[in-house]
Nanobody, 127 residues
């Protein structure tokens, strides 16, 4: 079993920044996983934000966050980060961290591909 715990959410004004953290633990956790960030706004479906392949470090982003968000990892801490800059009100959502056991997955933008999920952290961007 793998546990994912997100932190770092909060309230920020438009144009501001936040850094989300996702700490991974558990006997099953492997650095051969792929990690993703998703978000869900009220009344909307959960959508892909960013992903990273743990060992190789390849990163992927949805178009709406490219150039503003950066996904990264800290091997020593088994933690994945999402640095969010130039935040917009439309970024307001609950942000979820997820782990995919299939490192080579070609479906990292699909929530159904992930095996483990965190509890989510709220990000609110005021205009």
């Amino acid at each position: 079993q793998v546990q994912l715990v997100e932190s770092g959410g909060g309230l920020v004004q438009a144009g501001g920044s936040l850094r989300l953290s996702c700490a991974a633990s558990g006997r099953s956790f492997s650095r051969k996983y792929a990690m993703g960030w998703f978000r869900q706004a009220p009344g909307k479906e959960r959508e892909f934000v960013a992903a990273i392949r743990w060992s190789g470090g390849s990163t992927y982003y949805t178009d709406s966050v490219k150039g503003r968000f950066t996904i990264s990892k800290d091997n020593a801490k088994n933690t994945v980060y999402l640095q969010m800059n130039s935040l917009k009100p439309e970024d307001t959502a609950i942000y979820y961290c997820a782990a995919d056991e299939n490192y080579y997955s070609a479906y990292l933008s699909f929530s159904a591909a992930y095996d483990y999920w965190g509890q989510g952290t709220q990000v609110t961007v005021s205009s």
